[in-house]
């Protein structure tokens, strides 16, 4: 290794440091709402009290979503990888889960009309 | 010529190899997305003795072949934005002679996540993905230097002044 080689990892470590510190503290507030996103558009929102499975169904494949206990978590997915079903589990508001192959996103929300809102204020 | 071409279609058949060696024994850390990039190792010897145009060919002709094979389109998707734009930061970085094999490579992975990653999430319209970040970015910076030290090695070897004297 150069002496300009260790500079660069020295600046790319210290960048990664920086945005570790930066990372926002996860929001330890329940979830109420889970609000899934395909390719981008709002495909639906789903009460967390009320346990379900939900599927979704795009263009690009199937995903079921279990609702119970509060929580929810991707149950099976016909994509080849299985990402999404060993994600952890949507409990708090913003914890995520998604699924690359479908374009599939689903997050935690503290109500449904949320969604709307940031809609529009975009 | 015909040596040349001959040399860049056992340089892809290589990266293809490597590339399913990784797929057979996928190297897990529990974090979706990471991997070695065995193939980036011929990319980046191949920029120390072929012409750019030629290295890039090389490059893209492995990550169409290999999409053809294994992957769905969005996965192909993924890998020509990791790899152009780690061929990209690679190249300048090599001609720019500032950096060793290491340094080249360190760049060109976390080049290659960082690439990866806006893809992702320009494809799903999230910010959500950006949590990933430094992780991947640490991922980038551990596979960059293993890469780089393994083709550190094979530049030193004799086998490649064979390969250089093609031209």
């Known amino acids: 290794m150069k002496r300009n080689d260790s500079i660069l990892l020295a600046v790319l470590l210290l960048v990664t440091g920086l945005l570790f510190c930066l990372q926002p503290q996860p ?3 329940k979830a109420a709402f889970i609000e899934v996103k395909a390719d981008g558009k709002l495909y639906g929102t789903w009460r967390l009290d009320s346990p379900q499975t939900v599927t979704v169904t795009t263009a690009y494949g199937k995903n079921e979503i279990r609702i119970r206990d509060n929580a929810a978590f ?8 299985q990402d999404c079903t060993r994600q952890s ?20 929300k503290a109500e449904a009309g949320a969604a709307a809102v940031d809609a529009v204020a975009r | ?34 991997k070695l990039g065995l193939a980036n190792l011929v990319v980046l010897t191949a920029l120390f003795f072929l012409t750019p145009a030629e290295v890039f060919c090389i490059s893209l002709l492995r990550i169409l072949l290999t999409g053809l094979l294994t992957g769905s389109g969005i996965a192909l998707a993924f890998s020509l934005a990791g790899g152009v734009c780690s061929f990209l930061v690679m190249l300048a970085c090599y001609k720019s002679g500032l950096l060793s094999p290491v340094g080249i490579s360190l760049a060109g992975g976390t080049a290659h996540n960082i690439a990866q990653l806006a893809t992702a999430a320009c494809l799903l319209q999230t910010s959500a993905l950006l949590l990933y970040l430094p992780v991947l970015l640490l991922a980038g910076i551990v596979t960059g230097i293993c890469n780089g030290l393994i083709a550190a090695k094979i530049l030193k070897s004799k086998a490649v002044l064979i390969l250089m004297n093609i031209h």
């Open chain 1, 74 to 81: 991707i149950l099976h997915s016909d994509c080849p990888n």
């Open chain 1, 27 to 29: 929001d330890q507030t």
């Open chain 2, 1 to 34: 010529m015909a040596k040349k071409i001959t040399m860049a279609g056992l340089l892809v058949a290589l990266a293809m190899i490597l590339s399913y060696i990784e797929i057979l024994f996928p190297f897990q850390v529990g974090i979706p997305g990471i």
């Open chain 1, 89 to 108: 589990k949507i409990v708090n508001i913003g914890d995520s889960i998604i699924c690359l192959p479908h374009k599939l996103v689903i997050e935690g």
